[in-house]
């Protein structure tokens, strides 16, 4: 069974961090870009961040550059999302979905999709 699992979702402050973790089983992420996309209650699901299979390039939201980093360890078959500085705004279900080799800005565009982890900042 093909899957994606997010986890590393919660509360945290404004200002504070948090590393979400995207682990695939049932394939491997090899040969897969990995893209991470959230949802805010009553909005679109937007793209956040995405790294690519080919030559691990990243990609960035205006509104999280500089805050959050994308990472991925292809021995472990995860990809990880750190968020620092973390604002009132970020609060949203996060998904990673996976796409052949390159980054897509397109929802649409991705074959597999994990379950989503809340994350929420407040104080």
């Known amino acids: 069974q093909l899957q994606l699992v997010e986890s590393g979702g919660g509360l945290v402050q404004p200002g504070g961090s948090l590393r979400l973790s995207c682990a695939a089983s049932?394939?491997?992420?090899?040969?897969?870009?990995i893209g991470w996309f959230r949802q805010a209650p009553g909005k679109e699901r937007e793209g956040v961040s995405c790294i690519s299979s080919s030559d691990g390039s990243t990609y960035y939201a205006d509104s999280v550059k500089g805050r959050f980093t994308i990472s991925r360890d292809n021995a472990k078959n995860t990809v990880y999302l750190q968020m620092n500085s973390l604002k009132p705004e970020d609060t949203a279900v996060y998904y990673c979905?996976?796409?052949?080799?390159?980054?897509?800005?397109?929802?649409?565009?991705?074959?597999?999709w994990g379950q989503g982890t809340q994350v929420t900042v407040s104080s």
């Open positions: 049932g394939f491997t992420l090899d040969y897969y870009a």
């Open positions: 979905a996976a796409v052949d080799y390159y980054c897509s800005g397109s929802p649409t565009e991705y074959d597999y």
